[in-house]
């Protein structure tokens, strides 16, 4: 069955801290990759998506990720959090042409200041 | 400015009693989406309408009905609740099926007593 690991259930960083959450998936076609964040109370939200080109994707906020094919992963990196990006994070794959989107079971980061 | 907007945020229902829970979505989208999200755990998708074609998920419930009277409203009905129903229930919309973003409404919590 297809599926999506987030191997970090939980990160505290300190503010200034540099990020990195990891996703990988199984599914051997095409993917579609996705990370949403969830601020406390509030609703899912897309930070970033890579359909095809650059494997590099660059979201809001400074977030980025990075599609590595021969991996099957699809990485978050932030090189400073700051306090306000206390949330939690979630990795999304639509394989190939469908639109049926696999979660990952989240990351919750903390940050302090 | 809400674009995906559910109704009630908080719905306390009793055990075998039918609840419906509601999905509005002022994006024009031809796609509505409804995922149950367990505490820790990942938005697993129930089913979805591409328009007015209904696709259900071949590991979704029978307790679990939807219908969609417009292209701005979606329902989701559970017939007879269940306490392993209790759950966060999540809408999103899309404006087509294949290499689409979702967009999430905030979700309705569902207590079941």
């Known amino acids: 069955a297809q599926s999506v690991s987030q191997h970090n259930h939980h990160v505290i960083l300190s503010e200034a801290a540099s990020l990195e959450l990891g996703c990988n998936y199984s599914?051997?076609?095409?993917?579609?990759l996705f990370w949403y964040v969830q601020y406390p109370g509030q609703h899912l939200q897309l930070l970033l998506k890579?359909?095809?080109?650059?494997?590099l994707v660059k979201g809001i906020k400074g977030f980025e990720a990075e599609f590595i094919k021969s991996k099957f992963s699809f990485n978050l990196r932030k090189p400073s959090v700051q306090w306000s990006d206390t949330a939690e994070y979630f990795c999304a794959v639509t394989p190939g042409n469908t639109d049926k989107l696999i979660f990952g079971t989240g990351t919750r980061l903390q940050v302090f200041p | 400015d809400a674009m995906v907007i559910q109704n009630p945020r908080y719905q306390v229902t009793q055990f075998g009693k039918p609840v419906t829970l509601s999905c509005s979505q002022t994006?024009?989208?031809?796609?509505m989406y409804w995922y149950q999200q367990k505490s820790s755990q990942a938005p697993k998708l129930l089913f979805h309408y591409y328009d007015k074609d209904f696709n259900n998920e071949a590991d979704t419930p029978d307790n679990f009905q939807s219908r969609r009277p417009n292209t701005s409203f979606c329902f989701l009905d559970i017939r007879s609740p269940g306490l392993g129903d209790a759950a966060m229930y999540l809408c999103?919309?899309?404006?087509?099926?294949?290499?689409?973003?979702?967009?999430f409404g905030p979700g309705t919590r569902l207590l079941v007593l």
């Open positions: 999103a919309t899309s404006r087509g099926r294949i290499q689409e973003t979702q967009y």
């Open positions: 890579y359909f095809s080109g650059d494997p």
């Open positions: 994006l024009n989208h031809n796609v």
């Open positions: 599914y051997g076609g095409t993917v579609n």
